[in-house]
């Protein structure tokens, strides 16, 4: 099993996992908003639906640039991205998505399973003691 190299990627691998869920988590009031606000033709609801999407938009651009610096011990390739690279045989998936598999284990299980190589990696920092 693979560890981090340090302390920073360690906390940037959690806060992206956060970031990737609440984004998911926001989508549905945004559009839960924007659907009465349409409905009922108010106008300060599709406002709100609008600044919520803005917000995603933001965090969005964010977890894009905090995730591009993450990357897999071993094949270096970002496991919370979708990269073009082709998946390893047995990667799993949360409702067709293997970021959200990442994810989910970095933040209840304590480790990984890189989708692109497939080898797990621990969420703790590699020993310096040799
Ligand atoms: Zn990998």
């Given amino acids: 099993m693979h560890r981090l190299p340090t302390k920073s990627a360690l906390w940037r691998y959690r806060l992206a996992s956060c970031l990737l869920f609440f984004l998911i988590i926001g989508?549905?009031?945004a559009v839960g908003v924007?659907?009465?606000g349409v409905i009922t033709r108010d106008i300060p609801c599709i406002t709100i639906s609008g600044y919520i999407f803005g917000g995603l938009i933001l965090l969005l651009l964010f977890n894009f640039i905090l995730t591009s610096k993450l990357r897999c011990?071993?094949?270096?390739?970002?496991p919370l991205q979708n990269r073009g690279c082709s998946k390893h045989r047995d990667v799993q998936r949360i409702f067709g998505s293997h970021r959200l598999?990442?994810?989910k284990s970095i933040l209840v299980e304590g480790h990984f399973s890189c989708p692109y190589c497939g080898e797990m990696t621990a969420m703790e920092i590699r020993?310096?003691?040799r």
């Fill in 127 to 129: 020993s310096t003691n």
């Fill in 34 to 36: 924007l659907v009465y």
């Fill in 101 to 103: 598999k990442v994810a």
């Fill in 27 to 29: 989508l549905f009031p």
């Fill in 73 to 78: 011990p071993l094949c270096l390739v970002s």
